[in-house]
């Protein structure tokens, strides 16, 4: 691989973001340097994404031995072996980063290891293990990612106070936990720990769990979770965290004016991420950054609550431009928090942009995806939104218990919701949980892309017996007619 001073793109930050811009970039014919302080694959696959599902998949299979019986599969004996459990997370990860770095090295990316810095709007200096180098680029874009957020809490800087990164490493499987936060992050470790065998306690500061989720579907969450043992604190606004005697963490919350306290061996912070901006030089260069990060033209998005807006009028550019026209920023360090898939996608639209290609991303069909117990993956627009905002919408939902790929499996619990406009027949909006239900969000996704409508998703033949008749049978109770459940 050749060292070059001059490049047609430097990309600051080999995550998802990151490395699909230099990657595509390459394809485009551009010369490309890759700067990356840590490992290729960013948080996402080294502290994120990946091995939080690799530690998953421990607790699934966990999971599945303890109600093997009830399948007429007698299991002896079995128990956790963290060691084992920490090489498969571990191998997950090595495998991945590895594809991704022969696909750099194989696409002809000049990969720097290093910090890497603005010396001006077209050079960045990179803190090398033998020194510092600067290159100047044509065009740059940033994807420096996300770091959690530790700061707000009194005595985060403690021992025995995780984030998930140390989470991720299981250090030990403690008695106890206490996991402050119940997004994403804090309701996956909570289960993955639940199932290992710690008593775990989630501290959320608003009066439900998983509070931007589909009420229901978080609803089905935290049943599930206080069915196997876990405790739930809502309304809890923690304050500090400090030792007690006996080695331990105490942490103090309030409610309703009131001060209480809980203690665990751990404490895990959940309690969202930040734009990863620090030594970056981003400001002193004329980059325009607020409180969520770098500030970027992201071009028109209609408004999924706008039903009667045509899906071919949606998003006609996206332009993930800074203030500095030859600069774009992309993923978790325009917003603090975000997606791996759609930072990959704004990646590919901001390179093809700098191309001069026609290039966007319809910010109204991105899908989630929460790999909770059971499983929580949405589209477009949620129903408690849709009250919110006085969208009137026909909800049709059903159960996966009345499913039978569902029952044969035992995974019952959950549903799939549809929301359709009562006008103009479009699918608004999708919500589905239970059991892997988040390899369903393709088909629900491409009809909010495309501008569906309820009886487009009617029309498909959906193979039986399989989970994805949940979401024909969803569309059909859109229009009070299911074929499986009473009407």
Not at 329 to 354: F, K, N, P, Q, S
């Amino acid at each position: 691989m050749t060292q070059n001073d001059r490049y047609d793109l430097a990309v600051l930050g080999g995550g998802p973001g990151g490395y699909v811009a230099a990657l595509r970039a390459a394809q485009l014919g551009s010369s490309v340097a890759l700067i990356e302080e840590r490992e290729v694959g960013g948080t996402c696959l080294n502290r994120g994404c990946i091995p939080s599902k690799a530690l998953l998949y421990t607790a699934h299979a966990l999971e599945t031995c303890e109600g093997a019986s009830r399948f007429g599969v007698m299991v002896e004996s079995f128990r956790l072996d963290v060691d084992r459990a920490r090489r498969h997370v571990q191998r997950s990860v090595k495998q991945l980063v590895s594809g991704v770095e022969t696909l750099l090295d194989r696409a002809g990316v000049d990969v720097l290891r290093g910090h890497g810095r603005f010396a001006d709007e077209h050079a960045i200096t990179v803190g090398l293990t033998e020194g510092e180098r600067t290159i100047e680029a044509e065009h740059v874009i940033v994807a420096t990612g996300s770091v959690p957020v530790t700061e707000i809490v009194e005595g985060s800087e403690g021992s025995n106070v995780w984030t998930s990164d140390q989470a991720l490493r299981l250090p030990r499987i403690p008695e106890s936990m206490i996991v402050i936060g119940s997004g994403a992050t804090g309701t996956e470790m909570a289960a993955a720990y639940l199932h290992f065998g710690s008593k775990v306690t989630i501290m959320e500061l608003f009066d439900r769990p998983l509070p931007r989720e589909d009420h229901e579907a978080s609803e089905v969450v935290m049943r599930t979770f206080q069915r196997r043992g876990g405790r739930i604190e809502v309304n809890a606004m923690v304050s500090r965290i400090e030792d007690t005697d006996d080695g331990n963490k105490r942490v103090t919350f309030e409610r309703e004016g009131e001060e209480e306290q809980i203690e665990g061996e751990v404490v895990l912070l959940a309690i969202g991420r930040k734009a990863n901006l620090k030594g970056l030089g981003a400001e002193e260069i004329g980059l325009r950054i607020e409180r969520q990060g770098i500030c970027v033209q992201d071009g028109v998005s209609t408004p999924a609550s706008d039903p009667n807006h045509p899906p071919e009028a949606m998003c006609p550019g996206t332009q993930l431009r800074t203030t500095l026209d030859h600069v774009f920023a992309v993923g978790d360090c325009i917003r603090g928090i975000g997606l791996a898939h759609l930072a990959m996608h704004e990646a590919v639209a901001a390179v093809e942009t700098i191309h001069g290609l026609s290039a966007h991303v319809n910010y109204n069909a991105v899908p989630t995806s929460m790999y909770t117990h059971p499983e929580i993956a949405s589209v477009g627009l949620l129903e408690y939104r849709a009250h919110e905002l006085g969208i009137k919408v026909d909800v049709g939902r059903f159960p996966f218990a009345a499913n039978g790929r569902a029952v044969c499996t035992g995974k019952r619990e959950g549903f799939a919701k549809l929301l359709g406009c009562p006008d103009t027949g479009r699918l608004l909006g999708a919500t589905v949980c239970g059991t892997y239900t988040t390899e369903l969000m393709p088909e629900l996704t491409m009809a909010i892309q495309r501008g569906l409508l309820i009886d487009d998703i009617i029309d498909v033949i959906h193979a039986h017996p399989t989970l994805s008749e949940a979401l024909h049978e969803a569309a059909l109770a859109v229009q009070d007619r299911p074929l499986h459940i009473p009407f």
